[in-house]
């Protein structure tokens, strides 16, 4: 599957939308709480100022939705204003808390998932500046108690600001584990991708290894063996591929007044020029010693077998280099392969033609036909 940006946008804004309920969740279920206070008799306040305060709540979201729906939120550094949304999540807590002095140890507990809600997307600095503005924001709610002489019990005042401070300290404590736990997982993800593209690349390797010839760079027969049969399976009905078995003359002669390292740099000149003269997906391999094998795909007889002349005119005018070796030249047995036919038939057929090509005096290509009007 491709991944373009804009399926990469799309799938960010899902995720940030979800977030975004998730946190919308939150309002809600602190809604439910502040409103059964409100009618068990615990808020002793104006109700219009509870209405009010629930329209602004859920007016700030529907802001945010709006920039998660219109795209805006990509210009910000973060996408997901994470950061923002706790900011705006916590001034609207210290409000709740200062309106509803009577249940405000109960309301406390809003903090805890308020902040959860960063711990996996902020850095530990952003997550500490939060702290760090919620608990200011609530003792700054309580020192405007105190000088306006509000304050039920000073005690308990003190208590709800070591409780929360606690409360802070401990969730900051627990971001930067959570923070470290990540890069740890994350670097331990990057290397393990790392290793698995070194083991792709080996794995590739050994591939190749296993399908080419370690003197020539050519397949190998095995391998040859494979691609063939998959391109007769799938040859379509009135098409011939073209089998040819290639056979270096007077190989063994060269080996012995020459040396096996002269020998196998003729094999590897040989190898040289048949790429040079093959397409682009003509299949060609070492079928064993000095003798080679070709597959041309959707050929007939007079094009297969210009194509193994050329190929014959080519290795005769070669030159090794570094070594003097004398003319060099091969035989071709050719035939035709056709939708229903037998490869090792069809094999047979190209060595028959190849036996006669070397008794009629090598250097030349012959051919057994399967198709008389091919």
Same mark, same amino acid.
């Given at each position: ?5 804009? @399926? ?14 998730m ?20 808020y ?5 100022t ?24 990509l ?30 140890g109960?309301?406390?507990?809003? +903090?805890? $998932? ?9 850095? $530990?600095?952003?997550?500490? !500046? ?9 003792a ?50 990057? %290397? ?7 083991? *792709?690349?080996?794995m *590739? ?16 027969? @095995?391998?040859?063996? @494979?691609?063939?049969?998959? &391109?007769?399976?799938?040859?379509? $009905? ?8 290639i ?9 012995d007044?020459?040396?096996h ?22 299949i ?24 193994c &002349?050329?190929l ?14 004398? $003319? ?6 050719m ?19 190849? +036996?006669?090509?070397? @008794?009629s005096g !090598?250097?030349?290509?012959?051919a057994s036909?399967? +198709?008389?009007? %091919?």
């Amino acid at each position: 599957m491709i991944i373009t940006p804009r @399926r990469t946008q799309r799938s960010l804004r899902r995720l940030l939308l979800k977030r975004f309920a998730m946190a919308l969740a939150t309002y809600v279920m602190m809604a439910l709480v502040c409103w059964f206070a409100v009618f068990s008799g615990l808020y002793q306040g104006a109700r219009v100022t509870v209405v009010w305060l629930t329209v602004g709540v859920f007016a700030s979201q529907l802001v945010f939705l709006w920039l998660f729906l219109s795209g805006r939120n990509l210009l910000f550094r973060d996408p997901s204003m994470t950061e923002g949304q706790l900011l705006v999540a916590l001034t609207w807590l210290a409000l709740v808390l200062a309106l509803f002095d009577s249940v405000r140890g109960s309301i406390l507990a809003f +903090y805890v $998932p308020i902040l959860l809600f960063g711990v996996l997307k902020l850095t $530990p600095r952003a997550f500490v !500046r939060c702290c760090v503005f919620a608990f200011f924001g609530f003792a700054a709610m309580m020192l405007i108690e105190v000088y306006r002489q509000q304050l039920v019990s000073l005690g308990m005042a003190w208590l709800q600001v070591w409780v929360l401070l606690v409360l802070l300290v401990w969730l900051s404590l627990f971001s930067c584990y959570v923070q470290s736990m990540r890069q740890r997982m994350r670097q331990r993800r990057f %290397a393990l991708q790392a290793n698995q593209n070194t083991l *792709r690349g080996m794995m *590739r390797q050994l591939e190749d290894l296993a399908a080419t010839d370690e003197l020539t760079g050519l397949y190998n027969r @095995r391998h040859f063996l @494979r691609l063939a049969s998959r &391109e007769v399976q799938r040859m379509q $009905p009135g098409l011939h591929h073209g089998l040819a078995l290639i056979d270096l003359d007077h190989f063994k002669r060269i080996n012995d007044a020459h040396g096996h390292a002269a020998g196998d740099r003729v094999l590897q000149t040989f190898a040289a020029i048949v790429r040079a003269c093959l397409r682009d997906g003509d299949i060609v391999a070492r079928y064993g010693g000095e003798e080679f094998v070709l597959l041309l795909p959707n050929t007939d007889t007079d094009q297969f077998l210009a194509c193994c &002349e050329r190929l014959r005119e080519a290795f005769a005018r070669a030159e090794p280099v570094g070594i003097e070796v004398g $003319p060099l030249s091969l035989s071709i047995g050719m035939t035709l392969l056709s939708a229903d036919d037998d490869l090792d038939e069809a094999l047979q057929r190209a060595d028959q033609a190849l +036996y006669k090509a070397k @008794r009629s005096g !090598r250097n030349r290509c012959d051919a057994s036909w399967k +198709y008389a009007d %091919a």
